[in-house]
């Protein structure tokens, strides 16, 4: 079985710095797949990133990146030069290797930008 | 392009109460999948589908039927709604495919309330 977890219920960052969201998680597949989407108070899902186990470069998006540690079975998401915008619920989210498409996702983090 | 569309955005049903939460999309994705959000709880997949006339159970599958007859509609039914299925549903979908193929496209999702 496959499990996310995300330790920190709630982040406070001021706006223009840097921020860490943390994501660690555990499957027995070798091949898999981890996500973040964002989930503003509108309650759209957004995604904004995606690492492959096989990817030997960590992920970037513009602002995002994704600080992907294998062997700490660690996926954390950072985002540069927080905007009051990047107010939101996050959540890191994996999918099985072979067939299975299916996501399993953390709890979320609620993160909250201050001016 | 409408991408992925539920039906209806809100619902009030009493227990007992039986419905069907709708889902479309005119991506021709051959994988969508039903996920419920609930208060801390991160999104839970409650059933899936790989292709029309393919199902198979997620997470929480108890209490939901599912179909799938064409590509682009997977409607999600409820028996006999309980409290327990007050929750948000979102629709996904996805090409899976290599690398951001794999990446999930929800429809804004459906607020469900169950008295």
């Known amino acids: 079985a496959q499990k996310i977890t995300q330790t920190q219920p709630g982040m406070f960052v001021q706006e223009k710095e840097a921020v860490t969201l943390d994501c660690t998680y555990d499957?027995?597949?070798?091949?898999?797949?981890l996500f973040w989407y964002k989930q503003p108070s509108s309650g759209e899902m957004i995604f904004l990133i995606y690492q492959g186990s096989y990817d030997e470069q960590n992920a970037t998006e513009g602002r995002y990146s994704l600080n992907f540690q294998k062997a700490r079975k660690s996926a954390n998401l950072v985002i540069s030069a927080s905007q009051l915008g990047d107010s939101a619920m996050y959540f890191c989210?994996?999918?099985?290797?072979?067939?299975?498409?299916?996501?399993?996702f953390g709890k979320g983090t609620l993160l909250t930008v201050n001016p | 392009n409408a991408g992925v569309t539920q039906t209806p955005k809100f619902q009030v049903l009493k227990t007992g109460q039986s419905m069907t939460l709708q889902c479309a999309q005119d991506?021709?994705?051959?994988?969508m999948s039903w996920y419920r959000q609930d208060p801390g709880m991160g999104l839970r997949l409650i059933h899936y589908s790989v292709g029309a006339g393919i199902t198979d159970q997620g997470e929480v599958p108890n209490g939901y039927n599912v179909s799938r007859s064409t590509t682009e509609d997977f409607p999600l039914r409820l028996l006999s709604a309980a409290p327990s299925q007050t929750s948000v549903y979102f629709c996904a979908t996805n090409r899976g495919l290599r690398g951001r193929g794999y990446e999930q496209y929800f429809g804004p999702g459906t607020r469900l309330t169950v008295t």
């Open positions: 499957t027995s597949d070798q091949s898999y797949g």
């Open positions: 989210a994996m999918r099985g290797g072979g067939s299975n498409y299916k996501l399993t």
């Open positions: 991506m021709n994705h051959e994988y």
